[in-house]
């Protein structure tokens, strides 16, 4: 009996502790901030959609599409916040949030989120926190962007010309057969690349206009996300 006792002790120990030491990666899913206007979302391959309303729930694989003057604001995960145009679509392609195993610390170690923008326009306030990991990409025609510090900027996109304009920090965008490349605050770049380097925003009517938004659209994405119920650490 003593031996058995012991055995059982050292088995629950076991499982403890690699309970203890292994992550966990719960599902999770964006969250609605506000919408106006015809938006909808749901499965493009079976043509299953639905409207938003702001209890909606967008997770992976879903797709989003707005109407003509509509436009929704999205938690995606911690730390990024994006507001989708009018006449848009964007697909959903991961949402990923990993914490520690020990359901008595509840921490978070990195986070993941993968957006498509098929058409229209997506402006992205993206705000790491220090010490986690984040990963955020967004894809658009063939285009890869990727930024890897704070900063707000402007994705646009019809399906053959692609145009990225950054209103804070620095993004990095990278293109097929073509080195990447960075862009900073006040600069923008389209493609098919028309030239080797970003330019000016104070040289171009239309960055100007997505500039403005784009920091106009910040502040009230920070706002929206400070004034949630459940205080969610965006």
């Avoid at 749901?42 to 729930?57: C, E, H, I, M, V």
Wanted: charge should be neutral.
């Amino acid at each position: 009996m003593r031996h058995l006792v012991i055995a059982v002790s050292i088995a629950i120990c076991s499982l403890l502790s690699t309970g203890c030491s292994k992550s966990i990666t719960p599902a999770t899913s964006a969250t609605v901030l506000s919408v106006r206007g015809k938006v909808l979302f749901g499965n493009a391959q079976q043509n299953d959609f639905q409207p938003f309303t702001l209890k909606s729930r967008i997770h992976d694989g879903d797709t989003v599409r707005s109407s003509g003057g509509a436009s929704l604001d999205l938690g995606l995960i911690p730390g990024a916040l994006a507001q989708l145009s009018g006449d848009s679509e964007i697909d959903i392609q991961e949402l990923k949030i990993t914490k520690d195993g020990n359901d008595t610390a509840g921490g978070m170690r990195d986070r993941t989120g993968r957006i498509r923008l098929n058409r229209g326009k997506i402006i992205v306030l993206f705000i790491p926190s220090d010490g986690l990991a984040s990963q955020f990409v967004i894809t658009a025609s063939e285009l890869t962007i990727k930024p890897d510090s704070a900063c707000l900027f402007c994705v646009r996109s019809d399906g053959t010309t692609t145009r990225v304009t950054c209103a804070k920090g620095n993004i990095n965008v990278s293109a097929e057969a073509q080195p990447p490349i960075t862009i900073a605050a006040g600069y923008f770049q389209e493609w098919p690349n028309k030239g080797a380097n970003a330019v000016a925003a104070a040289d171009d009517a239309t960055a100007q206009i997505d500039i403005a938004e784009s920091l106009e659209s910040g502040e009230r994405l920070q706002d929206e996300a400070s004034r949630l119920p459940n205080r969610r650490p965006f």
